[in-house]
């Protein structure tokens, strides 16, 4: 039987490395991940949409109440970190606190920051989920996340192994299917539109079998 040296051996073979992030590049991390989400979220404010997970039930009480979407945003997540200290430890907390908190700060500043002439609802769909999924990994591979749906995504993916991505995919749609009580249903199947590009990111690029990066 042939025998095959180390360096053609099949990718599927090759042991995993764990990278330990150093604090900087965590920080750094969170800071980006949560101003790609408040992109996300400025696209799907003008346009009328809405997501998935705490941030989709925050547009909800928005266009419902008018409250303060960053307000509503961090008091819905308030009842996940006793979840996220009991299965995910403390530093895994503090930064979903950290990314929480500027997520909700940048969403009520970034409005400000930029003013939109013109954009097209399904652009806005698919790039602000694409904005918000490329966010939302660079918390996950950073030891983060963005509370609520988010934690209880990744306490099962470690857990049970069931993937972040398809998990939080259902719930988001599930979501996203009850506001046809409170937007025009075109903007309804943008939103799922969105969700399901969102969710895309995570399901295809956050597997634990392939990145290993720690903090």
């Known amino acids: 039987m042939p025998h095959h040296p180390p ?31 408040a992109l996300g979220i400025a696209f799907y404010a003008h346009a009328g949409l809405l997501t998935g997970g705490t ?14 979407f960053g307000l ?23 930064r979903t606190m950290g990314a929480v908190g500027l997520v909700a700060l940048l969403a009520e500043l970034t409005p400000g920051w930029i003013r939109f002439a013109e954009l097209n609802v399904y652009y806005a769909a698919l790039f602000g989920g694409f904005a918000m999924g490329v966010g939302l990994l660079m918390l996950f591979r950073h030891r983060a996340s963005l509370g609520g ?8 993916q470690e857990r049970f192994g069931l993937r972040a991505g398809a998990f939080q995919m259902g719930v ?31 399901a295809i690029n956050h597997r634990a079998d392939r990145y290993m990066g720690v903090s």
């Not at 073979?13 to 991940?33: C, K, N, S």
């Not at 008091?75 to 403390?90: D, E, K, T």
């Open 7 to 37: 360096d053609t051996a099949p990718a599927e073979a090759v042991a995993p490395l764990f990278v330990r992030h150093p604090l900087w590049e965590d920080a750094l991390a969170i800071v980006l991940g949560t101003a790609m989400v």
């Open 55 to 68: 941030v989709g039930l925050a547009f909800l009480a928005t266009y419902l109440a008018g409250w303060p």
């Open 172 to 202: 988001d749609a599930a979501i996203v299917l009850t506001a046809v009580f409170v937007v025009p249903l075109d903007k309804v199947a943008l939103s799922v539109l969105g969700a399901v590009a969102l969710n895309l990111v995570l």
């Open 149 to 156: 749906v988010n934690i209880l995504a990744l306490y099962l």
């Open 72 to 94: 509503v945003f961090f008091l819905l997540n308030v009842p996940f970190y006793l979840l996220a200290i009991w299965r995910m430890g403390w530093r895994f907390t503090v």
